[in-house]
């Protein structure tokens, strides 16, 4: 199994316990956080270069949800 599908089974596994524990998705919110904020402290771990890339991602995801808000989908 490659790299992204092993990521992908365990990311989807979280949602999926996220979803059990918490059935209302505005509960969400803080564990998306919580995922973000780990993610930006691997970032910055790694290198202070990486921090602008961090910024420039979320960046990305903003445009991402904005564009979801508006068609529907991803």
Known sequence: ???ENELRETLDATAK????FYNNPRSWLSWILYLLGSLE???TDESSAHKDAYKEMLLALQDAIRNRMKTGSW
């Open 1 to 3: 199994m490659s790299n």
């Open 41 to 43: 402290r691997q970032a």
């Open 17 to 20: 316990d996220i979803s059990r």
